[in-house]
């Protein structure tokens, strides 16, 4: 584990974005975020704001088996309290509207099915989310304070957002239509799904095997409907990555403090070292890691040869 690498025992949260708009939302929430690179993935880590919690950030880019890896690979390495992940998404509900926001109490990897000469069913995989996250979504989304997270100008301009604890439908492609035959297998197969997406079945799949407690929540920028085009084009993806990002920042506020064994507080990866401790040379069962001098607010994490290799 890396935990020795920010001289402190504090888990952090991991939190994972598909595209820029995304990560750029979220980073607005870091206080003096600085560079982490990991196994080639770089990341930003950072206090959230109003509060002690710190996050580990990364843009993982779309598709649910490059966000299975990279959950993976930073679990093994940081040991996250939890992985949320924080993105956009079409709407499949007519009252599940632009800008709202979905907390998902499942995930269903839609794409599973088996294909007959004449018919096609169904074979999905569905997961539920951590428990202790939803607890605290729905607690800590009660009323409107997590809407001050939201940046001046990033409401709708008629409305402000709603917050959905629905379930939520994954799979590898990008749905833009009332008519396709996708679209129609979503509504009769995975009805209760009010958003559909590309990376929370690989979340979920990474979370499950790790065993590490995990959440979505997406912003509405569409309604998968033939006209995403024109709602990107008007700003509806910043929008809702900005909504998705401002639930996320203040689920991950209220999360309760941990505790060591001794039940004292335990201070986050960036509070101060203890006097006279630098960087450390962490030892793990297969490789040794080393972490180089912070220079400009980046630091970089390289990895020594496996055993098999020495």
């Known amino acids: 584990m890396f935990k020795g690498e920010f001289d402190s025992a504090a888990s952090p949260i991991v939190v994972l974005t598909a595209i820029s708009l995304e990560f750029n939302a979220a980073r607005e929430h870091l206080v003096d975020p600085r560079r982490v690179v990991h196994e080639n993935t770089w990341c930003e880590v950072g206090t959230v704001t109003g509060s002690e919690r710190e996050v580990i950030l990364a843009e993982v880019g779309p598709g649910n088996l490059r966000t299975a890896v990279v959950a993976e690979q930073l679990r093994s390495a940081f040991a996250p309290r939890a992985i949320i992940f924080i993105g956009v998404a079409g709407s499949l509900k007519a009252d599940v509207r632009l800008g709202d926001v979905v907390v998902a109490t499942k995930i269903y990897a839609y794409d599973g099915s088996k294909h007959d000469s004449d018919e096609q069913f169904s074979r999905p995989t569905a997961w539920n989310p951590s428990h202790a996250l939803l607890q605290t979504a729905l607690h800590g989304l009660r009323g409107s304070a997590w809407r001050e997270r939201v940046r001046l100008g990033d409401y709708q301009p008629d409305r ?129 890691g080393v972490v180089n001098a912070v220079q400009n607010g980046n630091q970089t994490i390289n990895n020594g040869p496996r055993a098999a290799d020495r």
């Open 160 to 288: 402000v957002p709603e917050v959905h604890f629905k379930p939520i439908a994954a799979g590898e492609t990008v749905l833009n239509s009332l008519t396709s035959p996708l679209r129609d297998r979503l509504v009769r197969v995975f009805n209760d799904a009010v958003a559909v997406e590309m990376e929370s079945a690989g979340l979920a799949m990474a979370a499950d095997l790790g065993r590490v407690d995990a959440l979505t929540i997406r912003g509405i920028s569409d309604y998968a409907d033939g006209a995403k085009t024109s709602a990107d084009a008007l700003g509806s993806q910043q929008i809702a990555a900005a909504h998705a990002a401002a639930t996320a920042m203040a689920v991950i506020a209220a999360l309760p403090v941990d505790h060591g064994a001794d039940g004292a507080a335990i201070k986050g990866i960036n509070s101060p070292a203890a006097p006279g401790s630098g960087p450390k040379q962490v030892n793990r069962a297969d490789r040794n």
